[in-house]
Every structure is written in structure tokens, then in C-alpha cells.
């Protein structure tokens, strides 16, 4: 059983930026896509970021693209998750996850039924 854990999160002010960790224990880390998603108050938790096994290929929401960026280190079992020029609408509580297949990487890294390992979430608070 995988466990995840995540780590950076904080309150920053509007146009600031944050990077988050999660470190990944129990699977082999570099056979597996990995995805970030956030959850606001009072709204469904959504996709923000996934990245393939290789760590070739990433894919954004659109309304983070060109402000996060995605990335992993293998050696270290921990992906990233930097976020730069942060808006009060990125406030949520952050959560990375794991792919339940290995070698996998493709457009369905954007749906939740792709991960089969979560994380406890990490808070992001951005003031105006």
C-alpha cells in the first residue's frame, strides 16, 4: 500500500509563489504517473497538474497553465509542484496521487479514477 505524503503549503499573498512536495513511500515511485489535484471550500475536488512515469510529458488545467509547473525527482521518490504568480482562486487544500498502473502517462491523468493512492492534503491559502 502506497502512502503519500505532502508537504509546502501556506498562506502567501497574491502574486507570490509556493512549491510543494509530496513524498511517495511503499510503491516504485519511477514506474508511476503521478497527478496533483485541489480542492476548494464548497467545490469538487479538481485536476491541477499530472506528469507521465517518465517524467516526460506533463498536462495542466487550463487555469493554471503557464503559472505551475509539474516535475519529479526519482531519486528522491517526490514529485513537485511549483506554483508561481498565485491568486486568491488558488486557495484550497492540495492533494498529489498515484497512478494505480505503472508506466502509464496520457490525457487520463486529468480523471480521479486514474489514482488508486492519495495523499492527506496540503492547505494553500493565497490573501488579495
Known amino acids: 500500500q502506497a502512502r503519500l505524503v505532502e508537504s509546502g503549503g501556506g498562506l502567501v499573498q497574491a502574486g507570490g509563489s509556493l512549491r510543494l512536495s509530496c513524498a511517495v513511500f511503499?510503491?516504485?515511485?519511477?514506474?508511476?504517473?503521478m497527478g496533483w489535484f485541489r480542492q476548494a471550500p464548497g467545490k469538487e475536488r479538481e485536476f491541477v497538474a499530472g506528469?507521465?512515469?517518465?517524467?516526460?510529458?506533463?498536462y495542466y488545467a487550463d487555469s493554471v497553465k503557464g503559472r505551475f509547473t509539474i516535475s519529479r525527482d526519482n531519486p528522491k521518490n517526490t514529485v513537485y509542484l511549483q506554483m508561481n504568480s498565485l491568486k486568491p482562486a488558488d486557495t484550497a487544500v492540495y492533494y498529489c496521487?498515484?497512478?494505480?498502473?505503472?508506466?502509464?502517462?496520457?490525457?487520463?491523468?486529468?480523471?480521479?479514477?486514474?489514482?488508486?493512492?492519495w495523499g492527506q492534503g496540503t492547505q494553500v491559502t493565497v490573501s488579495s
Open positions: 496521487a498515484a497512478d494505480r498502473a505503472q508506466y502509464g502517462g496520457g490525457d487520463y491523468l486529468r480523471s480521479q479514477v486514474t489514482y488508486d493512492a
Open positions: 506528469i507521465s512515469w517518465s517524467g516526460v510529458t506533463a
Open positions: 511503499g510503491r516504485t515511485f519511477s514506474n508511476y504517473a
